[in-house]
């Protein structure tokens, strides 16, 4: 008798203003895009060469769904950032033709297990354990850029319980999205479904559970969540 092993549904995201979902291929990161917050790791952010990590596509959380504090840390961080959602890829996307590779736009949060990523990075290993934790992906729904074009310039916020944790603009991204589409092409064969988190500003800090987080775009999305 043969063996009839069901595989797991791909993980989607909604998309403002119609029923159907994006389907997410890969999650790519950047580290330290934001001068300040490299600056409050103790860090120095680097201009010439991104840092990339990745995170399994099925780790996002959709629809405004609460988030489990995960096992194995106490010391849980939030990073707020920009999601840029791909419809085209390809290999070695010069930079010019990077935005055309954009389908939609959203707000995410990195979250972090800060304790098993500051000993990792002491001993010169992965930050896979810090990062790629279930459910540590939850991402608002998407909005597409034929509707609201390429943002350059736009706040970027987290509150948590009401109190402002983060407060910045996109427009201080070290690499900006072209330029992170260019350098991750250089690395990766970028495809149709692929997710892009563009790094955080200043301020992360840590959560407790029942926290309650609101992030958001000023004119592309917003995001609530619960940590339980």
């Known amino acids: 008798m043969s063996e009839h092993i069901v595989p797991p549904p791909t993980p989607d995201i909604p998309i403002i203003g119609t029923d159907v979902r994006f389907p997410v291929h890969r999650i790519y990161c950047i580290g330290r895009n934001y001068a300040e917050h490299a600056k409050e790791m103790g860090m120095q952010a680097d201009r010439t060469e991104p840092t990339f990590f990745m995170k399994p596509a099925d780790t996002i959380v959709t629809g405004d769904a609460d988030v489990p504090y995960p096992p194995a840390t106490h010391n849980l961080h939030h990073e707020v ?17 990077a935005l055309g590779c954009v389908y939609a736009y959203g707000v995410g949060l990195d979250l972090t297990r800060r304790d098993l990523q500051a000993a990792a990075i002491a001993k010169g290993n992965p930050w896979d354990t810090a990062k790629g934790f279930d459910a540590s992906a939850p991402v608002s729904a998407l909005c597409r850029a034929r509707q609201i074009g390429h943002p350059e310039q736009a706040r970027l916020v987290l509150e948590v319980n009401g109190q402002m944790r983060q407060d910045g603009d996109i427009a201080d991204m070290i690499f900006n999205v072209a330029k992170i589409i260019h350098h991750l092409s250089k690395l990766w064969l970028l495809t149709p479904g692929d997710l892009i988190f563009t790094g955080t500003p200043a301020g992360v800090g840590a959560l407790q559970r029942g926290d309650r987080m609101r992030a958001e775009l000023a004119g592309v999305g917003i995001l609530h969540t619960r940590i339980i």
């Open 81 to 97: 950032e920009m999601i840029v959602a791909l419809a085209r890829g390809g290999r070695d996307i010069p930079v010019a033709d």
